[in-house]
């Protein structure tokens, strides 16, 4: 039977002849959530492994570090491998002798057969690293998507790894720094979109890359890239008979597992179509989230559904007081700091799942995958005015920034730039001129295109939306959305899986002729097609809400103006913003002058999250 697990890894280099075994057991403590039902350390002169596990099938012949035939190769991961059996069964021929069943065995085994050629065969989701005794090297991969994340410190000598930036913090090697290079990164983005990270010297390995790390120098390559090759001779009949197919077959391999799985169910079209799939053979139990404030809440649309396919459908709902409450548990689980709203009721919606099942299948991954934001149909909107000579739309827009708001300026000003100036992923929350009023250290505000230039370079010779959707894939999947996802569910030992973020659905995406995912009426146009062929035509068409939040309002009550004015005024604040800034953005925004409330909220959420880091008073 194969073995599927959720769990989490830590480990280091090891310089040092002392303590190890303490050390390593302290580093994976700090990330028992993702792994409360076993534990198990591998140390020997060169390396010690820390694996935190989440038992989802066969839990006494699945428990890692695994070993090879010969033991001079030791194995920690954290995923699946949808695939393992074809890979398995090739390598059995080639007299490979494996112990157990489990998906895991397979990356051991694989390792030593392909080398690095593993990695392209492997469809699945996951993490890993191989202590190579052999070769004295350390190797580790992840995934293509970056659903399941990876951590590395690297400092000199030491090289210190694991799942989350919070189980390398109690090596004693680890120098904790705040990294206030990037800080104008995420106040513009909310993430730091590479492979840099608000700690010094703590670097994600990114998505479709792997590592070697041999006598103190480390090296990482990439294995995978996203390339579109749009094939425009099929008919859209043929992409929606190719997406059903191939959804299909991606819901079926999700949904393996030994244990009860559920599903999350916002009532839009994404994990609608994924539970609609999964009834057709289990009645799993569905969960929602929505908030007391009906009119943000969509908690009668999932009800709706999951009434019309068979399925029971449990609701969570989120106060004022529930929503701040919880921010700092959730932004201490995230390791850095993430400010989208979403990450709350997600963080809830988990809770209430958690007490029922241990899987959970939700709909991440198709907005990016198959042309689903709102913003995508900009190029369109845009295609005859940039017909225009730029030097009269540069006029146009110069003139339009003397004027105040009025219908249309909006659209002058910006349709003088260029897609890398203009993309709304940059400058998504705070512009550069934004941050330069509010932060001290002024030198520090970078330019955010400087940061997103390389992947409109990579994809100059693609259409402007794809263009858009190449930036997503590598920088808001990768580091927000996938982010909450994997952090908000791990926070309660909870599997969360994505059917649509799949190697052979992204073959797919990445052929499909723009006009296929977006026009200036529709986004997602063969998905939603597809799925209108399962689902009630109401669901398959509903526009993309995002997860509309109350917080705009409360922010504007005593309780929580007064709270967040607290932070605003505090010594973390003092030290990195114009404290007066701030608070007059925040009196802005009680008054009704200007909608703050992404700007107060990104602020809020790093104050919480450096206090509990880097401020040891607090």
């Known amino acids: 039977m194969v073995e599927i697990i959720m769990c989490g890894f830590v480990g280091y280099a090891i310089n040092e002849q002392t303590n190890n075994e303490t050390i390593i057991k302290k580093m994976a403590d700090q990330i028992v959530h993702r792994g409360p039902d076993d534990e198990e350390y591998f140390v020997d002169n060169s390396i010690a492994l820390g694996f935190r596990r989440l038992s989802i099938i066969d839990l006494d012949h699945g428990r890692q570090p695994l070993f090879n035939e010969d033991e001079t190769k030791v194995l920690v991961f954290n995923g699946e491998i949808y695939n393992y059996q074809e890979i398995r069964e090739d390598l059995l021929a080639k007299g490979h002798i494996f112990r157990t069943q489990t998906d895991s065995e397979v990356l051991i085994h694989g390792y030593e ?19 190579d005794k052999s070769e004295q090297k350390i190797f580790g991969a992840r995934d293509i998507f970056g659903i399941k994340p990876f951590f590395y410190y690297k400092n000199g000598k030491d090289f210190i790894f694991g799942s989350e930036i919070k189980g390398l913090i109690p090596n004693p090697h680890f120098n904790k720094q705040f990294n206030e290079d990037h800080l104008s990164d995420y106040l513009s983005f909310e993430y730091v979109p590479s492979n840099e990270t608000l700690f010094e010297n703590v670097y994600k390995l990114e998505p479709g890359h792997y590592f070697e790390f041999k006598d103190g120098n480390l090296e990482t390559h990439a294995y995978h890239s996203y390339k579109y090759a749009i094939d425009s001779s099929k008919s859209m009949d043929e992409y929606v008979q190719l997406i059903t197919e191939t959804f299909q077959d991606s819901v079926k391999m999700h949904e393996i597992s030994d244990v009860e799985i559920g599903g999350f169910l916002s009532g839009g079209i994404d994990s609608s179509y994924v539970l609609h799939e999964v009834s057709k053979n289990s009645k799993i139990k569905t969960f929602s989230v929505g908030y007391e404030e009906a009119k943000y809440s969509e908690l009668e649309d999932s009800t709706r559904f999951a009434e019309q396919i068979g399925l029971e459908n449990t609701r969570e709902v989120v106060s004022a007081d529930d929503f701040f409450s919880a921010t700092p548990k959730i932004q201490y689980h995230m390791d850095e700091p993430l400010s989208n709203p979403s990450a709350v009721p997600l963080y809830f919606l988990a809770r209430k799942a958690s007490e029922d099942v241990k899987v959970v299948l939700s709909g991440e991954g198709a907005d990016e995958l198959f042309g689903g934001y709102n913003q995508y149909k900009e190029p369109l909107i845009y295609e ?10 540069k006029f146009l827009a110069f003139i339009a920034e003397k004027l105040p708001e009025v219908k249309g300026r909006r659209f002058l000003i910006r349709g003088a730039k260029p897609l890398k100036d203009r993309f709304f992923r940059i400058d998504y929350i705070f512009t550069h001129q934004d941050r330069d009023k509010i932060l001290k250290n002024k030198p520090l505000n970078k330019n955010s295109v400087s940061v997103t230039e390389k992947w409109f370079e990579e994809s100059s010779h693609l259409d402007q939306l794809t263009q858009m959707q190449y930036l997503d894939l590598h920088t808001w999947l990768a580091n927000d959305i996938l982010v909450k996802a994997d952090r908000m569910s791990m926070a309660h030992s909870l599997e969360l899986r994505v059917p649509y973020l799949d190697k052979k659905m992204l073959d797919v995406a990445l052929k499909l002729p723009s006009e296929y995912r977006v026009t200036k009426e529709n986004t997602k146009v063969a998905l939603r097609r597809a799925a209108n062929k399962e689902i009630p035509e109401r669901t398959a068409n509903k526009k993309k809400l995002g997860f509309p939040s109350p917080l705009a309002s409360w922010m504007k009550q005593d309780k929580y103006y007064d709270m967040i004015k607290a932070k605003f005024t505090s010594e973390a604040a003092g030290k990195y ?14 008054t009704g002058r200007e909608a703050n409330m992404r700007k107060i909220w990104s602020i809020y959420c790093f104050i919480v999250w450096y206090e509990q880091y880097f401020d040891e008073a607090a």
Do not use: C, D
């Open 384 to 393: 005859k005015y940039q017909k225009l000579p730029l030097f009269l739309r």
């Open 113 to 131: 057969e392909y080398g690095t050629a593993l990695l392209e065969k492997l469809r699945g989701m996951y993490a890993f690293v191989i202590w």
């Open 577 to 590: 913003f114009e404290v007066s800034e701030l608070v007059n953005m925040l009196e802005e925004h009680r």
